[in-house]
């Protein structure tokens, strides 16, 4: 080495090197040829950092090095010492708030070895594909602690993650989605008194399309297996019967990720789990070290399974307005006295105590006559209250909807700006709407509503087992039309055929008709239905039905059903994922009421199961 002013900086050098893939951050620059030139040997290999990087640049062409971008920068300029104001907390303690309302650590030895030396560098990435929801609250409340413990903590923006994922993102929406992102995750940390200025705040495609980056995929390639690519991103890439190759290098990308940002650990939902272990086994196949990996908890939806940016009604958008707030909560499943699956509980205790009550009471707002204000310290509190039914759903719901509000109106100020309101247009325009006309009436094909589906009472008039499967039903069901429609149902096993015959059953009428087993089936027989153990039984219907009685949803928007279901279009897919009978055996959809003019669609035996 031969210039003595990059001698005297190569342990700087080497310390910078391992946040960032070049001098002057994650894209190469005229300063790193400028040093490069200055060592006539490679760097020790205690500098490994340096040494990387060395590799690195020697790899590229001279018509490479003499393309990169110009930069006035000198090389004391980037390794002048910041020193940190000094955190007084002992090891224990920072561990106490690291480990604060995780789910899971994976690698807690090694956390311990360079906290011994050092605080923690960890990052949080999140792909920039739907928008965020209220559960972003979650991580961005461990952002906090980890600051607080005297972390170094990174946020990635993974937007070439969001292209892998099955093309979520088009490309040229990936720029004003991550802009996006940028903007509404800073204004989130800001609504909960997190300094944005103590972060460090990087693009995916700032590294990870460089060449080092590039030929460590390839390396990670030849000793994948397709199993386990495919296995580490089934929580998180959306899974098909033929998957493209990108979805099996999402896994792969965020295991490099953990190399090229100089990190200790990753931060996660516990959904991230699978990616984790995938990165533990093959990271140290690359000669890089092991990192440690923490997860928190998946906060539920209000419908009660995970909260998911792609299911409007199971999450609370960043930008919801009070009265959708509301809507959304009134729709929300939190029957009485039930703790689980409520996803009004869990936002209480997952978004609701450790991020929007800074440290006061969770206090529900009643009037005297239902027994006055009610104050709670602690979740576990709320929820044994909840349990012995003497907090009512609605007022809990009330309360929820009060500390969100509190929450989020920081967020949405923020967004009130012209700028942004563009912004969040722009990256997330809303669906083109395509319209048909049905006689006189025009229909919004788009809409994913529960109007769309032809449900009527029916009455079966004859049932015959068929022919060629010994467990399904042939059945003639009298649906109010000029002649009954030919169905087949597997319900041999659960319903005799003599409790078959002249049953009133609820049927789902405009299904593409399909063969089975040879037999056109028109409709499909709906029933409550239990995996384990295996039970079915076909919905109840109100007394004084009569065949062709129109079945509806409760409070929702009324229209015309289709004709027929596309199903390329899904329709019956994404409304089914919502119907179930609750505890009580009533049939729902999305926690509101499968009703006609007479009454309730119920079900006796099988209650709170899906229905198929």
Same mark, same amino acid.
């Given at each position: 080495?031969?210039?003595?002013?990059?001698?005297?900086?190569?342990?700087?050098?080497?310390?910078?090197?391992?946040?960032?893939?070049?001098?002057?951050?994650?894209?190469?620059?005229?300063?790193?040829?400028?040093?490069?030139?200055?060592?006539?040997?490679?760097?020790?290999?205690?500098?490994?950092?340096?040494?990387?990087?060395?590799?690195?640049?020697?790899?590229?062409?001279?018509?490479?090095?003499?393309?990169?971008?110009?930069?006035?920068?000198?090389?004391?300029?980037?390794?002048?010492?910041?020193?940190?104001?000094?955190?007084?907390?002992?090891?224990?303690?920072?561990?106490?708030?690291?480990?604060?309302?995780?789910?899971?650590?994976?690698?807690?030895?090694?956390?311990?070895?360079?906290?011994?030396?050092?605080?923690?560098?960890?990052?949080?990435?999140?792909?920039?594909?739907?928008?965020?929801?209220?559960?972003?609250?979650?991580?961005?409340?461990?952002?906090?602690?980890?600051?607080?413990?005297?972390?170094?903590?990174?946020?990635?923006?993974?937007?070439?993650?969001?292209?892998?994922?099955?093309?979520?993102?088009?490309?040229?929406?990936?720029?004003?989605?991550?802009?996006?992102?940028?903007?509404?995750?800073?204004?989130?940390?800001?609504?909960?008194?997190?300094?944005?200025?103590?972060?460090?705040?990087?693009?995916?495609?700032?590294?990870?399309?460089?060449?080092?980056?590039?030929?460590?995929?390839?390396?990670?390639?030849?000793?994948?297996?397709?199993?386990?690519?495919?296995?580490?991103?089934?929580?998180?890439?959306?899974?098909?019967?033929?998957?493209?190759?990108?979805?099996?290098?999402?896994?792969?990308?965020?295991?490099?990720?953990?190399?090229?940002?100089?990190?200790?650990?990753?931060?996660?939902?516990?959904?991230?789990?699978?990616?984790?272990?995938?990165? &533990? =086994? %093959? /990271?140290?196949? #690359?000669?890089?070290?092991? $990192?440690?990996?923490?997860?928190? !908890?998946?906060?539920?939806? @209000?419908?009660?399974?995970?909260?998911?940016?792609?299911?409007?009604?199971?999450?609370?958008?960043?930008?919801?307005?009070?009265?959708?707030?509301?809507?959304?909560?009134?729709?929300?499943?939190?029957?009485?006295?039930?703790?689980?699956?409520?996803?009004?509980?869990?936002?209480?205790?997952?978004?609701?105590?450790?991020?929007?009550?800074?440290?006061?009471?969770?206090?529900?707002?009643?009037?005297?006559?239902?027994?006055?204000?009610?104050?709670?310290?602690?979740?576990?509190?709320?929820?044994?209250?909840?349990?012995?039914?003497?907090?009512?759903?609605?007022?809990?719901?009330?309360?929820? &909807? =009060? %500390? /969100?509000?509190? #929450?989020?109106?920081?967020? $949405?100020?923020?967004?009130?700006? !012209?700028?942004?309101?563009? @912004?969040?247009?722009?990256?997330?325009?809303?669906?083109?709407?395509?319209?048909?006309?049905?006689?006189?009436?025009?229909?919004?094909?788009?809409?994913?509503?529960?109007?769309?589906?032809?449900?009527?009472?029916?009455?079966?008039?004859?049932?015959?087992?068929?022919?060629?499967?010994?467990?399904?039903?042939?059945?003639?069901?009298?649906?109010?039309?000029?002649?009954?429609?030919?169905?087949?149902?597997?319900?041999?096993?659960?319903?005799?055929?003599?409790?078959?015959?002249?049953?009133?059953?609820?049927?789902?009428?405009?299904?593409?008709?399909?063969?089975?087993?040879?037999?056109?089936?028109?409709?499909?027989?709906?029933?409550?239905?239990?995996?384990?153990?295996?039970?079915?039984?076909?919905?109840?219907?109100?007394?004084?039905?009569?065949?062709?009685?129109?079945?509806?949803?409760?409070?929702?928007?009324?229209?015309?059903?289709?004709?027929?279901?596309?199903?390329?279009?899904?329709?019956?897919?994404?409304?089914?994922?919502?119907?179930?009978?609750?505890?009580?055996?009533?049939?729902?959809?999305?926690?509101?009421?499968?009703?006609?003019?007479?009454?309730?669609?119920?079900?006796?035996?099988?209650?709170?199961?899906?229905?198929?």
């Amino acid at each position: 080495m031969a210039d003595t002013s990059v001698i005297s900086l190569t342990h700087q050098l080497d310390n910078l090197l391992l946040d960032q893939a070049y001098l002057t951050g994650f894209n190469p620059s005229s300063l790193d040829t400028e040093v490069l030139a200055q060592l006539t040997e490679k760097p020790n290999p205690a500098l490994p950092n340096l040494l990387r990087w060395y590799n690195n640049l020697k790899s590229h062409s001279g018509a490479d090095l003499k393309n990169f971008v110009k930069t006035e920068t000198k090389v004391t300029d980037i390794v002048k010492m910041v020193v940190a104001e000094e955190n007084k907390l002992s090891m224990e303690e920072k561990k106490t708030l690291i480990n604060r309302n995780l789910q899971e650590v994976l690698g807690e030895d090694r956390i311990d070895e360079i906290m011994k030396t050092r605080d923690l560098k960890i990052y949080w990435g999140t792909a920039t594909t739907g928008k965020p929801h209220i559960a972003y609250f979650v991580p961005m409340s461990k952002v906090a602690d980890f600051l607080a413990a005297g972390c170094e903590v990174t946020i990635l923006f993974a937007d070439l993650h969001a292209y892998l994922d099955n093309m979520k993102a088009p490309w040229e929406l990936l720029k004003l989605r991550t802009e996006y992102y940028e903007h509404v995750i800073k204004a989130m940390l800001s609504s909960i008194g997190v300094s944005v200025e103590k972060l460090r705040f990087v693009k995916g495609t700032d590294f990870q399309l460089s060449k080092e980056y590039t030929l460590d995929v390839y390396r990670l390639s030849s000793v994948v297996t397709e199993h386990d690519a495919r296995k580490a991103g089934a929580e998180v890439v959306k899974q098909v019967s033929h998957p493209l190759l990108s979805g099996l290098l999402y896994p792969g990308l965020q295991a490099l990720d953990e190399q090229y940002l100089g990190v200790d650990a990753q931060f996660g939902g516990v959904d991230q789990r699978k990616i984790f272990t995938y990165a &533990e =086994k %093959y /990271l140290p196949n #690359l000669g890089y070290a092991k $990192r440690a990996h923490l997860m928190n !908890p998946m906060v539920p939806g @209000l419908t009660g399974a995970k909260m998911s940016s792609s299911e409007a009604d199971s999450k609370i958008d960043l930008l919801d307005s009070p009265n959708e707030i509301k809507k959304k909560l009134k729709k929300a499943f939190c029957e009485p006295g039930n703790i689980t699956d409520n996803g009004v509980l869990s936002f209480c205790k997952y978004v609701v105590f450790p991020v929007a009550l800074k440290g006061e009471n969770f206090v529900i707002n009643r009037p005297e006559q239902h027994g006055g204000d009610a104050n709670f310290e602690t979740f576990d509190s709320l929820e044994q209250s909840f349990a012995k039914e003497e907090i009512h759903p609605g007022d809990l719901k009330a309360a929820v &909807e =009060k %500390y /969100l509000n509190r #929450l989020l109106d920081p967020v $949405r100020k923020t967004f009130e700006s !012209p700028e942004l309101k563009k @912004l969040s247009l722009e990256a997330y325009p809303p669906p083109a709407k395509v319209k048909a006309v049905k006689g006189n009436k025009p229909v919004e094909v788009d809409e994913v509503a529960p109007y769309r589906l032809d449900i009527r009472i029916g009455k079966v008039v004859e049932v015959t087992q068929h022919p060629d499967a010994e467990k399904l039903y042939v059945e003639k069901i009298d649906l109010g039309e000029p002649s009954p429609r030919t169905i087949v149902s597997g319900l041999v096993d659960f319903v005799p055929q003599e409790k078959m015959l002249n049953r009133m059953v609820v049927v789902l009428c405009n299904l593409k008709p399909a063969k089975m087993r040879g037999v056109e089936s028109k409709g499909m027989v709906l029933c409550s239905s239990r995996e384990d153990p295996k039970e079915v039984e076909p919905l109840a219907v109100p007394e004084g039905s009569v065949v062709g009685d129109r079945v509806t949803v409760e409070g929702e928007k009324e229209g015309t059903p289709d004709e027929v279901l596309n199903p390329k279009k899904k329709v019956w897919e994404k409304l089914s994922v919502d119907l179930k009978t609750n505890s009580e055996g009533f049939a729902q959809w999305n926690g509101s009421d499968l009703v006609t003019g007479k009454g309730k669609i119920t079900c006796a035996s099988v209650k709170g199961a899906p229905i198929r």
